[in-house]
Every structure is written in structure tokens, then in C-alpha cells.
């Protein structure tokens, strides 16, 4: 009985705290996991309230079906034991019992299921949106373009923002403690207004990756040549972490998810903001940099983009990434690099393929080609590329 009692303890135990909200253990912090968290991270949208009260009901009946039937079991097994005389029953079947076992799974089933088919029909109801933005995933980043409603025509990256100093290299410690958002940081976070329905719609350039938001109960794939959508709406100003979490690629744990919940003002303040930056940087390719210009530009678009594969050394990573550093690609004809920032390439040799980069300016391709063919050992014949010759291309 001492043993029986625990069990019922922990049992109950179990099941009062599947209602305990994420942000108990510290109500200051929202939108990330948390050390020791029981339980899915608070919800702050109707239907992610939806999800976690469906979560919590399926764990309840489930918890009653096992002590009810577990119990009958044990029951059984005690008292009708060979041992205090009992012998075995000479019935073989029960109309009454099949026909019960029959009806009474039949109702739990569609008592669980009634509500949950109306939550997965809310979940693909994305009409009627406020704004849409469309999420692209590739190696390792992603890609933000408002489409639709307030900041339309918006568009920028997001790259981890956590320095490699702590994390480390391949090979090599981390230098630096890690930071409280470890992983879970980015350089431009997704900014969208409270209250409003947010039309996500999902594709990727190169492989298979997946966006989501736990606090927003909203996942979705995002896959090569398919365009699926998804939607949210926040009901409360903060910040809400995810990751991608489709196995992508070597740096699949490098690409985190940051949206930035804001006040109507304060979003309308953002997208003002974000116009003027936009305006600032869509340099003229009729432009002609000098090869410094070109240079120093160029290892910011490096940094940002290419030092994961490439390596901050260009050495590249044996046997998975193609070393820059005396490559035949940059010291060759311009013409040849300039193609593979634009579409690609396929490299047998290795077991990623070099995706493209359209995404990227003229200007930004022009000046990371001319940095990486001045860099290192690399001293190319053609030691510059402007960005006019990479519009001809993209023009063809």
C-alpha cells in the first residue's frame, strides 16, 4: 500500500502541474524556454490558448483512463489472487461488456476530437490578414519579405547574432561565457503589431527547413519550389524566440527565430524606420567603387553570410565546405565567380551545393567577390568586379 500511495501521489502530482504556465518560474521573461520548464511555453494567441487547454484536457483524460484501468487490473490481480482461494471464472463472453468497451472509447474519442478538429481548422485559416510576410529559409538564415498590409516592401535577413566567440569553432572552445538568449539571438528581428492577424507564408532556396514559434503555436515547413502558410496573432507586446526545427544542414542549430511583438504606434514608428534604412542602402550600380570601397564592404557581406561554410580564414572545412583561399573559382575569370553568386553551383566534390545569392544587392555581390579575390593568399588577375558588371549578369 506504501507504494501504491506514492504512485497515486506522483500521479497527482503530474497532473496538477500540467496546468502550471511557463512563465512561473520567472514571469519577466517571455517567448523562450526556460531552466526546469514543465509543460509548453505560455501561449499569447487565441489559438495557441487553444492547443495548450486541448494539451492539458487529452493529458487529464489520458491519466484517468490509466488509474481507472490500471487500477481495475491491480485490483483484480490483489484480490482474486489463487492464493486467498479464488479459482478462475467459467464465463466466456459479456454482450454487455463488449457493447460497453465499444461505446464508451467511441465517446472519449469524439469528445477529444470535436475540439481539436476545430482548432486544426483555425490553424489553416489565414484569410482576412492584416499583413502578410513571407519566411525564407536557406543555409542558415532567414529571409524576411512583407508582402502585404502596413510595410509592404520591407525585406532584410536575419542572422545569428550569438558571436563565435561563444560558441567556438570546429575544433576549437568557446572563448566567451554564453549570453542569456545563447543561440536564440538574431542581428534583425521580425517586427509585427500586437493584436493583428499575421499571414505567414513559408518557402526555402536550398533544403527543407521549418519555422516556428512556440509561444504562437504556429510551425510550418518550409520547403524548395512550395509555398505553404500558416498565421498568428499575438495578443501581447514582447519578444518570442524559436529555431528552425528542420535537420537542415551543419549549422541547423545556428538559425534561430526572433519576432518582436510591438504597439501599433511603435510598429508604424518601425516600418517608418526601416523605409529610410532601405532607401539609405539601394546603392546606384552605375557606381564605380575603388577596390578599398569594395574591399571593406565586402568583408561585411562576407561576416554576415559566407563565414560559416567559408570560414573566417577562407580555408573552407575539409570534406563538407570548399576552401576560398586559392580556389580556382576566384582566381579564374570574374565572370565565372559572378555566376555562381547568382545561381549556384553544384559541387560534387562536397556534400552541400553552393546556393545562390540573388537575394543579395549588386553592390554586396560585387564587393564580396572583390574581397574574396584580394584576401588571403588569393591576388586574381581580374582583382575587382563593380557593380554594374553583376546587374549585366543578373540581367541575362
Known sequence: ???????????FGLAATAGIPAWAADPNITGRPQEHQLNMQTPVSAVGHD???????????????????????????????KSLGHK?????????????????????????????TRTVVALKDTSNADITIKATGMQWKWGYDYLNGEGEGI????????PRSQIGLPGEAATEKKGENYLLEVDNE????????????????????????????IKQDAIPGFVRDGWFKADKVGVYRGNCVELC??????????????????YTAWVAGEKKKMAALADDPNKVWTIDELKTRGEQVYAANCVACHQANGKGIPNAFASL???????????????????????????????????????????????TRNTWSNKAAENIVQPAEVLAARSK
Not at 156 to 161: D, E, Q, T, V
Not at 256 to 265: C, D, F, H, Q, T
Request: aromatic share 12%.
Open 1 to 11: 500500500m506504501t507504494y501504491a500511495t506514492r504512485l497515486g501521489a506522483m500521479l
Open 51 to 81: 492547443i495548450y487547454d486541448l494539451h492539458n484536457w487529452m493529458m487529464i483524460v489520458c491519466l484517468v483512463i490509466f488509474v481507472g484501468v490500471f487500477g481495475v487490473m491491480f485490483y483484480s490481480v490483489f484480490k482474486h489472487r
Open 88 to 116: 478462475p471464472a467459467t464465463f466466456h463472453e459479456s454482450t454487455a461488456v463488449e457493447i460497453a468497451w465499444t461505446i464508451v472509447p467511441f465517446l472519449i474519442v469524439i469528445g477529444m476530437a470535436l475540439p481539436a
Open 155 to 162: 525585406s532584410f535577413l536575419s542572422n545569428l547574432s550569438t
Open 190 to 217: 521580425m517586427v509585427v503589431p500586437v493584436g493583428k492577424k499575421i499571414r505567414m507564408v513559408f518557402t526555402a532556396n536550398d533544403v527543407i527547413h521549418a519555422w516556428t514559434i512556440p509561444a504562437f503555436a
Open 249 to 266: 544542414g551543419k549549422d541547423h542549430a545556428f538559425m534561430p527565430i526572433v519576432v518582436r511583438v510591438v504597439s501599433a504606434e511603435d
Open 325 to 371: 583561399d586559392g580556389s580556382p573559382n576566384v582566381l579564374g575569370a570574374k565572370a565565372h565567380q559572378i555566376e555562381i553568386l547568382l545561381n549556384g553551383q553544384d559541387t560534387p566534390a562536397f556534400p552541400s551545393a553552393m546556393p545562390a545569392w540573388k537575394q543579395l544587392s549588386d553592390t554586396e555581390i560585387a564587393a564580396v567577390i572583390t574581397y
